[in-house]
């Protein structure tokens, strides 16, 4: 008997599933066109939409469930712990139950999990622990549940190799970061695929849509595929807590934007991660695959980025524009070591083409968006402001391109040897 519970949304291509196919809505509902039927509200706020089987009756109770709201009956409360994996890229998450609602995550228990299974210990010595370190609503579950996103130590207490976020939180405590009160904004474009075929979202299967143009921040079937993802994951995001700045419909069609910021610090990381779970658990109610490859088509089709906006409160203060320029000279300084820390096949994106600068120079300009490092038009004539760092790709960690930023630009000072290989690197080039 096929189930499926998915969000109230209709993507316009490609989430047909096999379920929906054989789908009959139930007599009386309110049937689409691909046999869903929907619920009333969930305790959430949100929609769920339940396809519908030979046996509607179990869907209804399947509904019902799924909405309940605990609160009345138990103090208990849905805890989701969240943690980057192996690759460094992946999410995984495991429930557990809390006895009471909790405000802050030092209440919560450290726990653990099968790091065998994760590729982040061996079979023999497996348990990996994981420390809560912040808490967001959860807009799946309602109520007082909440995500949790964790980061992952040995029994011994030593952070493992796949846990960014320690090394960020160092950065991010030492004084002379902290009294510079580091803003990010950051800019999270990726692709939605359809399922089965991994082909963008409103692509003909086996073939390509029109050339680039209509679709940035476009309306129309023809032009705009999959809002009900960016919407609902917008939604979900508010609810959560994140400090979700905004969206827009991105160059290549089935690829989309939403922006994160300004975020003080481990915030930046921590926002994103959980944003980043969250759509990864909405497209896969849609059916819907989610990719943050750099660059998911070859050829003349935009690749994905993860512009990272940044500040110190120097830069944001009178004469901040000096202040902007000294960390444009730093950066200059250590391009290759931030290029080799911005995402894995950020080479098949930085191609000098598509609004991005090539991955073996670096550059700035004021308004150049094929720039390595942008200036805004409002920064230049108000003389302070932030800066724009393009060169992140979509699948970059943000706990290392912030903190990287942060220690370049506070921490580091150009020593002779950084800008004598400068100078050798450029003088190789000419
Ligand atoms: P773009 O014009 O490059 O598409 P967006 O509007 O998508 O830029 O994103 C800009 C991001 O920069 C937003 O998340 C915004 O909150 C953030 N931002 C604005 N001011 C600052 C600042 N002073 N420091 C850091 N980030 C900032
Ligand atoms: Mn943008
Ligand atoms: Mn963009
Ligand atoms: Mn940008």
Redesign the pocket.
């Known amino acids: 008997m096929a189930q499926a519970v998915v969000p109230a949304m209709q993507c316009q291509v490609g989430v047909r599933g096999r379920a929906a196919v054989r789908a009959r809505p139930a007599p009386g509902a309110g049937g689409s066109v691909w046999g869903v039927r929907r619920s009333g509200r969930g305790t959430s706020g949100f929609k769920v939409m339940a396809v519908s089987t030979e046996s509607t009756g179990v869907v209804t109770r399947l509904e019902h469930l799924l909405n309940v709201d605990t609160t009345p009956f138990t103090d208990k409360i849905i805890a989701e712990y969240i943690w980057v994996g192996g690759s460094g890229i992946d999410l995984r998450s495991k429930s557990r139950t809390i006895s009471k609602p909790v405000e802050d995550p030092s209440e919560l228990p450290k726990w653990n999990y099968d790091g065998s299974s994760t590729g982040q210990a061996p079979g023999e010595d497996s348990e990996v622990i994981l420390y809560p370190q912040a808490i967001f609503k959860d807009p799946f579950r309602g109520g007082n549940n909440i995500l949790v996103i964790c980061d992952t130590y040995t029994p011994a207490g030593e952070p493992i190799p796949t846990n960014k976020r320690h090394r960020a939180a160092q950065v991010f405590s030492d004084p002379k970061v902290v009294g510079q009160v580091p ?5 999270q474009e990726y692709t939605l695929l359809q399922r089965d075929v991994n082909w963008p979202l409103g692509w003909p299967v086996g073939g390509y849509p029109g050339p680039q143009g209509p679709y940035y921040c476009a309306v129309g079937s023809d032009k705009s595929f999959g809002r009900d993802i960016s919407d609902a994951h917008y939604k979900a995001c508010l609810y959560a807590g994140i400090n979700i ?2 969206t ?1 419909g991105e160059v290549m069609p089935g690829q989309w ?1 939403y ?4 975020s003080v610090g481990i915030e930046a990381g921590d926002h994103i991660w959980i944003s980043r779970y969250i759509l990864e658990r909405i497209t896969e109610q849609a059916g819907v695959v989610l990719t943050l490859d750099p660059k998911p088509i070859q050829g003349d089709w935009n690749g994905a980025g993860c ?1 990272t ?3 110190t409160k120097s ?2 203060e009178d004469g901040g524009f000096e202040v902007i320029k000294k960390a444009i000279l730093n950066l200059s300084l250590r391009h290759d070591l931030h290029i080799s820390a911005y995402g894995e096949g950020n080479e098949r994106r930085l191609t000098g083409l598509h609004e991005t600068a090539s991955i073996d120079n670096f550059s700035w300009g004021v308004a150049n968006r094929g720039c390595s490092i ?1 200036v ?1 038009r409002d920064t230049e004539a108000n003389g302070k ?2 800066l ?1 760092d393009r060169r992140p790709a979509s699948n970059m960690d943000p706990y290392i391109v912030t903190s990287l930023l942060a220690e370049t630009t506070i921490l580091w000072e150009p020593t002779l040897e950084a800008e004598a290989l400068a100078a050798k690197k450029l003088a190789l080039k000419v």
Do not use: A, K
């Open positions: 803003w990010f904004g950051i800019e700045s905004g827009n934007e922006q994160v910021g300004p512009h906006n940044y500040s830069m944001r942008r805004g402001g932030y724009e």
